[in-house]
Each structure stands twice: as structure tokens, then as C-alpha cells.
């Protein structure tokens, strides 16, 4: 179990943040939409709020410890060292007035009971997957085919490994066609908007009311 000491980092007033224009102007109200980032452990949850978000995201990271050996398969991700226990939170501002409230789930089975209150209000969600180790977004797939929440998969590229087209992936996860499947880098802002452009153009078409 992770250790009970988490840092919790609040998005707080930013003095240098750039003030988008619906927070300028009254009269510009924000077509304001949630998203929900899901997938296994370790597989970039945080990394993609932390790169995209344009406030200060608030994070739930604990220390990892000996007493997770057993549960958290590090094989992938030997250098990590944290967790998300709770929950990741970011804001993005699309297209002026489209403002993108972005919530990490957590990715262990434990934590796997806040989902339901994570998810909802939520328009989609993007599930991102690992292709060392596909097998560990099930979970977020079958969870969402379940509420009938619209998704996209993306896949995070992580350096060093295989590339795999985005129909290889589909195969091995049997992903509907109509569901967009896209490779990406969490760690690249514009590879992440164009992820989250994806998921809200699915999710206008599966949901148009």
C-alpha cells in the first residue's frame, strides 16, 4: 500500500497566468466541458494534465513503498516512484471559449471505486494505453463500454519501445470502428490537444444533443 504521506499541490492563483478571454469579459460565457483521463498504472496520466493544463494541475502523488511490491508491477516503469491516489486535475481553454476541465483517475484496482464519482458530468473520456502492456486499459474499456460514456483510445508512446500503427492496436483490443484509436506523446502539449480535439469531436458525434 502506498505510503499515507501524499502531496497534494493546488491549482492556487497565479499572478503570471495568462487570463483567457472568457475570464476577461462577462459576457463571454465558457462552453465549459469535463474529461476524464483513464488507463493502467504508470501509463501517463499525469504526465498528459501536466502537459497540457494552462493552471497549475493539482495532483494526489504518494511515495511508493515496499508494502505495494506485490500489487504494482514496476517492470515497464522501474524509474517510477509516485502514485496518483486520488485524482489528477487540469484546465485547458480550446478555440477561446471551449474550457476543458480534465480529471487522472487513478490507475491501481484499489483506488478503482472513485471512478464513478470521477466520471460523472463527464462528456468522454480518453483511455490511454501502454503496448508493452495493453492487457491493463481493459478495466478503463469495459468501464466505459458499461456507462456507455464515449472514449477514444490513445496510445503513449513511451521512448525506447516498439511503434505499433494504430490498426495493430485495435486488432489486439477489438476497438469498434467508430471509436478513434490514436498513437500520441503524453509528454507533448500539442500531441495531447489534438488527442482531446479527437475525443470532443467524438463525443459531439456520439452525443450531438
Not at 480550446?94 to 478503482?112: E, K, N, S
Not at 491493463?136 to 474499456?141: Q, V
Request: glycine content about 6%; hydrophobic content about 40%.
Amino acid at each position: 500500500m502506498d505510503s499515507a504521506v501524499s502531496e497534494i499541490r493546488h491549482p492556487g492563483p497565479d499572478p503570471d497566468e495568462n487570463l483567457q478571454a472568457w475570464q476577461t469579459d462577462r459576457t463571454r460565457a465558457p462552453i465549459a466541458t469535463k474529461i476524464v483521463v483513464a488507463g493502467g498504472f504508470g501509463v501517463g496520466k499525469t504526465t498528459l494534465v501536466t502537459a497540457v493544463s494552462e493552471i497549475t494541475p493539482l495532483q494526489t502523488e504518494a511515495l511508493m513503498t515496499q508494502a505495494s511490491e506485490d500489487t504494482d508491477d514496476l517492470t515497464s516503469t522501474p524509474d517510477k516512484t509516485t502514485t496518483t491516489v486520488a485524482m489528477d486535475f487540469g484546465r485547458i481553454t480550446l478555440d477561446d471559449d471551449l474550457v476543458l476541465y480534465l480529471f487522472g483517475t487513478p490507475g491501481q484496482q484499489r483506488f478503482w471505486f472513485m471512478w464513478d464519482d470521477l466520471v460523472r458530468g463527464a462528456i468522454g473520456a480518453v483511455v490511454l494505453a501502454d503496448t508493452r502492456r495493453l492487457s491493463d486499459c481493459f478495466p478503463a474499456l469495459d468501464y466505459f463500454e458499461s456507462c456507455g460514456l464515449p472514449y477514444i483510445v490513445a496510445v503513449n508512446h513511451f521512448d525506447g519501445t516498439e511503434e505499433f500503427e494504430s490498426s495493430d492496436v485495435r486488432e489486439a483490443l477489438t476497438i469498434p470502428p467508430h471509436i478513434p484509436v490514436l498513437i500520441m506523446d503524453a509528454r507533448q502539449r500539442i500531441s495531447v490537444i489534438e488527442s482531446l480535439l479527437s475525443l470532443v469531436g467524438h463525443a459531439l458525434a456520439a452525443t450531438p444533443e
